[in-house]
């Protein structure tokens, strides 16, 4: 007998002529984590730039060290003062907020740490490869740093201000939030001390150093007004007036001072210095290497 042969087209089961039902695909297993690709979204390297902000220990020491420099200066100054002491035309706002001065030097090494402390160890690579248009990194440090500075020190500065006027009562200098200029004064001392730090992160980014950053901040931002007020030219007497301290210094005071930018002036003086010195460090890191 002869077995009998099957068409390779035909099924055994089947009329002749059909074809078989097409076995179901199995649905695609997914893929790792690892080698899943997610799009850059402005949202995810803010969250990036905020993860790196929060999680350095450094950070908070920092903003924490400027916090308490400043109430503490404000409560030896709320404590110490007579109203005999010669010192009634001193702004109040000026007089309890006094320690901005040494709040002001914490955040602004923080600014320089944010951009040229990545260079120093390396970790800037990783951010530009992570996003290679390269200016979206600088654009959300800057926003995260402001924000947070801003916040912190302008929460700093209404609690030092409160519980200094607990031991003013009594004294020519009691004040309240609602007195013409007061709480504009504690609001602009915040963004002046902001200001001041975002032009530090801003020479950071521009010299890729912290010994070099720090150096350019004290000659230039600090000690460099001062030098220029010396010269007898009334030209370079009004342009100091919107140096970036000069200028910090007009937003903290309730009252108008003598010689010194009006507020608005002042705050508009800042926000062109902060932004000349990081449109100059976007400049250059689009240009240079990491």
Not at 30 to 46: D, F, G, M
Not at 166 to 176: E, I, M, N, R
Request: with cysteine.
């Amino acid at each position: 007998m002869t077995a009998a042969t099957t068409h390779p087209d035909q099924h055994p089961d089947l009329p002749p002529g059909s074809l078989p039902a097409p076995l179901p695909t199995p649905p695609a297993a997914p893929l790792p984590a690892s080698r899943r690709s997610y799009r850059i979204t402005p949202a995810r390297i803010l969250r990036s730039e905020w993860h790196k902000l929060r999680s350095l220990r450094s950070s908070w020491i920092t903003l924490i060290s400027a916090s308490v420099l400043v109430l503490a200066v404000g409560v030896v100054m709320g404590t110490t003062y007579t109203s005999d002491g010669g010192d009634s035309d001193v702004d109040t706002v000026v007089l309890v907020l006094y320690g901005s001065i040494l709040g002001m030097l914490c955040t602004v090494v923080l600014g320089i740490l944010v951009t040229a402390g990545e260079y120093s160890t390396g970790m800037i690579r990783a951010s530009l490869a992570a996003v290679p248009r390269r200016l979206p990194v600088l654009w959300a440090k800057a926003a995260v740093f402001t924000a947070t500075v801003l916040v912190v020190m302008t929460a700093t500065a209404l609690l030092t201000f409160l519980v200094a006027q607990f031991f003013l009562h009594d004294t020519d200098q009691v004040a309240s939030l609602g007195d013409p200029g007061v709480l504009r004064a504690i609001v602009g001392n915040a963004a002046g001390t902001t200001l001041l730090s975002l032009i530090a992160l801003g020479l950071g980014a521009l010299l890729r150093s912290v010994p070099g950053a720090i150096g350019a901040y004290i000659g230039g931002v600090m000690i460099l007004p001062e030098v220029l007020s010396m010269l007898p030219y009334d030209a370079v007497e009004s342009a100091i007036k919107y140096f970036p301290t000069q200028a910090a210094g007009a937003l903290g005071s309730a009252t108008p001072l003598a010689g010194e930018a009006p507020p608005a002036g002042a705050l508009l003086a800042l926000c062109l210095w902060a932004g000349a010195i990081l449109g100059a460090a976007a400049l250059l890191l689009r240009r240079r290497d990491a």
